[in-house]
C-alpha cells in the first residue's frame, strides 16, 4: 500500500477534508468540515478558544479517536488515500501525518539523542550508526544541530523552551512523515524562540505540507500560504465549532467575506 511505502526524497502530499464531523460521545463538536490542504503550503486555522481547531487537527492524524468516547465521521485523505479506511492502521497514519504540540512534556524524560532514536527504532532503524546520521540530520533540519551536539546525552529539560520546540520538531522529521500538524507550538514560547520556529517552519514548507494552529493572528498573518477561521456557534445550550471561510491567507486578512472573521481578525471579538 502506498502509504507504507518510505520516501527516500520528499515529493509533495495534500490532504482533502469531506464532511468531517468530530464527536465527543453523542456531542458534536464541529460542524462538517470541508477542507483542502495543497501540497508545500502552511494552511493556518484560526479562531477563538473552543472552536473547534485542535479537534479539527487531530482528526486530520487519527489523534482525535485516541481519546475513548472521541470519534469522526466524514472522510480525511492523504493524497488518495483514505487515512480512516478501516485496512489502515492508525498508528501508521500518525507516522505519515506527525504532530507537534504546544507542550512537549515528553521530552523531559530521555536524552536528546533518545528523544529523536526512540521514533526511529520504531520504524525499524537498529543499526548505530544509521541511527546516529539519522538523529543528526534531524536536528540539522530542525536548526538545533549546532546547539545541542555536545549534549546529546542530556536530557530534554537541558534545553530552552525554544529549542525543546526544535527538538519536538526533530523528533517528528526524524520519520520523514509526509505532513506535519502543528498545535499553538509557539503559545509556550517567547517572542525570539517564536521567530525561530516560524523560520523552521518556513524552512521544512520547502518538504512538507504543514497545516498550523494558532491563536497568534500575527503569526498566521507571517507565515500561511492560506487561512481557515473556525467560530463558535450555539445550537440550543451546546456550543458547536464552525468553519466560516477559507482562503488565501492575504485575502482572509484584507477582505473576509463573515462579519465574525473581519470582528475577530480586527481585533473586536476573541
Ligand atoms: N477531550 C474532550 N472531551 C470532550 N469535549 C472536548 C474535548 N476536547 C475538546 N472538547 C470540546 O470540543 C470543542 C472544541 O474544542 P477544541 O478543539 O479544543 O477547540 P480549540 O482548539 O479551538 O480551542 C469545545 O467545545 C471543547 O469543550
Ligand atoms: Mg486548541
Redesign the pocket.
Known amino acids: 500500500m502506498a502509504l507504507a511505502t518510505e520516501h527516500a526524497t520528499h515529493t509533495a502530499h495534500s490532504m482533502t477534508v469531506r464532511a468531517l464531523r468530530p464527536f465527543y460521545g453523542r456531542r458534536q463538536a464541529v460542524q462538517a468540515v470541508n477542507l483542502d490542504v495543497r501540497p508545500n503550503e502552511i494552511l493556518a486555522l484560526i479562531g477563538p478558544s473552543g472552536c473547534g ?2 479537534t479539527v487537527l487531530r482528526c486530520l492524524n487519527r489523534m482525535h479517536e485516541a481519546i475513548p468516547y472521541a470519534r469522526a465521521e466524514g472522510a480525511v485523505k492523504l493524497d488518495a488515500i483514505d487515512i480512516y479506511d478501516p485496512r489502515i492502521d492508525a498508528t501508521l497514519v500518525r507516522r505519515k501525518i506527525g504532530m507537534v504540540f504546544q507542550l512537549p512534556i515528553a521530552l523531559r524524560t530521555r536524552s536528546i539523542y533518545e528523544n529523536i532514536a526512540v521514533g526511529l527504532r520504531l520504524g525499524g532503524i537498529r543499526n548505530k550508526a544509521e541511527l546516529d546520521a539519522r538523529v543528526e540530520k534531524a536536528l540539522r533540519d530542525a536548526n538545533l544541530w549546532d546547539e545541542v551536539k555536545d549534549k546529546l546525552a542530556l536530557s530534554g529539560l537541558a534545553l530552552s523552551g525554544g529549542q525543546q520546540q526544535r527538538l519536538s520538531i526533530a523528533r517528528t522529521i526524524a520519520v520523514e512523515p509526509d505532513v506535519i500538524l502543528f ?2 507550538p509557539c503559545s509556550a514560547l517567547d517572542p525570539i524562540s517564536t521567530l525561530k520556529i516560524e523560520e523552521l517552519l518556513l524552512q521544512l514548507r520547502e518538504r512538507y505540507t504543514i497545516v498550523i ?1 494558532t491563536h497568534n493572528m500575527q503569526q498566521a498573518a507571517r507565515i500561511s500560504d492560506r487561512t481557515a477561521v473556525f467560530m463558535v456557534e450555539r445550537t440550543g445550550d451546546l456550543p458547536i465549532g464552525v468553519l466560516v471561510e477559507e482562503g488565501p491567507t492575504g485575502e482572509v486578512f484584507a477582505t473576509p467575506t463573515d462579519s465574525r472573521t473581519e470582528a475577530y481578525i480586527s481585533g473586536r471579538v476573541g
Do not use: I, L, Q
Request: charged share 60%; no cysteine.
Open positions: 481547531k485542535s498545535d499553538e494552529v
